[in-house]
């Protein structure tokens, strides 16, 4: 695993980032556009599900949504297609230095087993916030963790044994198809 | 391609399916969940995106949105994985003998063919209502109608010519993936 600088210098990146302000969604959006933009990975976010209970209709103007609540999703937050293969994950930050499984529904674990088991490319990218590192986890591991162990949360050290720490930079944002390009594409290029 | 029955039976199938008032969007939300039930794909609607401006806080129970409008998707309706492969289709009905361009946002035609060139299956499923015929038609027609034709819909004819009629049952429903089965895999069984 590559780190950029010493445990200081990290601690100080930490309190640069977060006074950015850069939220995990906000880096995957922004990385995932980045993709886009240069035709690497057609990879969206999902729109949050809603039931929409009332809405006011005005021939003038577009519909407004007057109530709705939000539903429990049952897939992943992301999924897409990278080099003819199908991706799937969920992202989630943790400000512990484990990370709580009751942050993942049980059905986006069940989903993430699927799409593996049907030959999609199935992770979970987890950020802990205080540490300033953002891993990908392989659903294997993560299903792995789940039979073996009794314990409610995944420490961080099992994501540093078992994942991989993704790259911070410009331009991809939080490149994590690197890392799916080693695994699965043996590092070749397009 | 394959008519079950007659022009006038088939009249009268349309109506008793139109008196189930089932919408193709039902349908295929049907399909899918047969489909996963199988273990066969894991294919899902998208929800639909929402840009919401209020919401309300309540201690004691679930936020209530308030305030919200419907945005323009970026992306098509479905998408999900089978036998590895990415699939990816917007489905439309049509009350016309022939399916109006305007029907399909100009960037979900983009999307279809970002999808294509890169190795994933990307279609449209329509459904000519009267007709009662609901076709597949894959991008590369899409594709082509568009770059040759100055036609601002495509006529049924187009789909009986280049597309493939959806078989209709019970489990499953419509089932599209046979189609995509014999295209891509040959009707090779899993």
């Given at each position: 695993m590559k780190y950029p600088t010493g445990s200081k210098k990290q601690e100080k990146k930490y309190i640069e980032y977060s006074h950015r302000g850069m939220t995990l969604e906000n880096d995957i959006n922004i990385t995932n556009e980045q993709y886009r933009n240069k035709d690497v990975a057609y990879i969206y976010k999902k729109p949050t599900p809603i039931t929409i209970s009332k809405v006011e209709f005005d021939l003038k103007k577009e519909p407004i949504i007057k109530e709705g609540f939000y539903k429990t999703p049952s897939t992943t937050d992301y999924n897409g297609l990278y080099k003819g293969k199908y991706i799937d994950f969920e992202a989630k930050e943790t400000k512990n230095n484990s990370f709580p499984?009751?942050?993942?529904h049980f059905h986006q674990i069940t989903h993430l087993q699927n799409i593996a088991r049907h030959h999609g490319i199935a992770f979970l990218i987890v950020r802990f916030v205080k540490e300033g590192k953002t891993f990908l986890l392989e659903e294997k591991y993560l299903t792995d963790f789940l039979n073996k162990e009794k314990r409610k949360s995944i420490p961080l050290c099992y994501f540093e044994q078992n994942g991989f720490i993704i790259k911070e930079g410009w331009?991809?944002?939080?490149?994590?198809l690197d890392i799916i390009n080693k695994i699965y594409f043996k590092g070749e290029e397009l």
């Open positions: 499984l009751a942050n993942i331009n991809p944002r939080i490149d994590y």
